[in-house]
Structure formats: C-alpha cells, structure tokens
Nanobody, 124 residues
C-alpha cells in the first residue's frame, strides 16, 4: 500500500491542524494505521494508532486529550486532528500501515508501510 500524508504547515501555539494520509494500491480496510513524529535531532515517536475497523484507538500520553485519530475506509484515508498545539509538537509527522494481526501498535518496527511525512511547525 502507498501512503501520502498532507496537511502540515505553520501554526501558532494553541492552534489546530488536521493531517490526512491517503492510501492507495491495496484494500485500506485491511490495515491498522498509526501516526508517528520525529522532531529535529530526536528519534521517531509514536503519536496515535487506530485499528482497521476504526474502533479502538490509542494515544501517546503527550498528545492525549488534544489529538484525535480517525479514519474513513470509504475514502481510504486516516486523519489526525491536532488541537491545542504546542511548540513541542513541532515535527515531521508520518503515517504508517500494518497488516497481520488486528491490534494497536506503538512501535515503528511493527508497521509495514510508511508515508513520506508532512512538517508541522508550531510557533510560540
């Protein structure tokens, strides 16, 4: 499956952005999805995950209550709604897809396919 992330940009602290990740090439509803981010000079960090059914979700503590992951299997797209953004949310955000067993994954090595990333910059 090919993944294309979009929606990044520059936003002021306290603002909102919605990221999208469009999938193509395979049956999107067969994949559990995740969002990760990588800040300058830091390693990749788990942000959020959603199962292929769109039911259970999981969030990193740092974004819980501010970010919401969702998906529309009819549109082959997963979203990340980001509210109350903080400067420490500045990073390149990437979406990822995982096949196999149905569960929520928080480690990047558990995902099979990756999008190219979209840059989110939060100014103070």
């Amino acid at each position: 499956v090919q993944l294309q992330a979009s929606g990044g940009g520059l936003v002021q602290s306290g603002g909102s952005l919605r990221l999208s990740c469009a999938a193509s090439g395979r049956t999107f509803s067969n994949y559990d999805m995740g969002w990760f981010r990588q800040a300058p000079g830091k390693g990749r960090e788990f942000v959020a995950a959603i199962t292929r059914s769109g039911g259970p979700t999981l969030y990193a503590d740092s974004v819980k209550g501010r970010f919401t992951i969702s998906r529309d299997n009819a549109k082959n797209t997963v979203y990340l709604q980001m509210n109350s953004l903080k400067p420490e949310d500045t990073a390149v955000y990437s979406c990822a897809a995982a096949s196999g067993h149905y569960y929520l994954r928080t480690s990047d090595y558990e995902y099979d396919y990756w999008g190219q990333g979209t840059l989110v910059t939060v100014s103070s």
